[in-house]
């Protein structure tokens, strides 16, 4: 639950009065200032419609404060941007022990061997830091890099060999050969959509046994 002084902050960080507030969140003008003043405590309903309110707007409530989300777009090229993608799903995800959802994973094979012996460092770091990975890949693959416990496999239609990576506020595209780059989208809004995504298709998809 949101405190007054953030509620406060976050109007002023995108310029709303209250009127403001209570149209985009369909409460009174009146009801948003006795919130404010501490005249009324609102219930988890008018709770919900007020950070729902400022999340429309890329607002978050954090711990002692507020942020407005900044859309952060990141290309890297060359031969290590896969690498380089590895190190901060790591990094990122090491603190909290999340996961990382793959989507149309066409794994890395011994022949590409700089980038097959870092994968095997990265799955390892991955496991001994608590992080896990569910991975779906096309319904033919028979050789698997990581624990088969973490894949799933669909039909072959609808896989594509450019991999989405999905952890944490971020979403990455990794094309591989011949392209060898990375995109890599922060925003927790679209990384929440495609998580969803992920999560109906990971459903109806069968288990490799």
Partial sequence: MPTIEQIRAAR????WSQKDLAD???LSQTGIARIENGTNKPNSSTIMRITGAFEAMGINFIQGGVQKVQDTLIVSEGDDCLRRLQDDIFHTLK???GEVLLLGIDEITPEEKENYDYTLMHIER????GISER???REDKQE???PKSWYRKVSQNYFSPHTVFIYDT???LALRQPHNKVLLLDNPFFSESMRNFFNMLWDS???IE
């Fill in 144 to 146: 698997f890099i990581a």
């Fill in 205 to 207: 998809s069968e288990a």
């Fill in 24 to 26: 985009h969140s369909n």
């Fill in 12 to 15: 002023a960080l995108i310029g």
């Fill in 135 to 137: 991975i779906i890949v």
């Fill in 126 to 129: 991955l496991q001994n830091a």
């Fill in 170 to 172: 971020k979403i990455a």
């Fill in 95 to 97: 603190p909290q022990k």
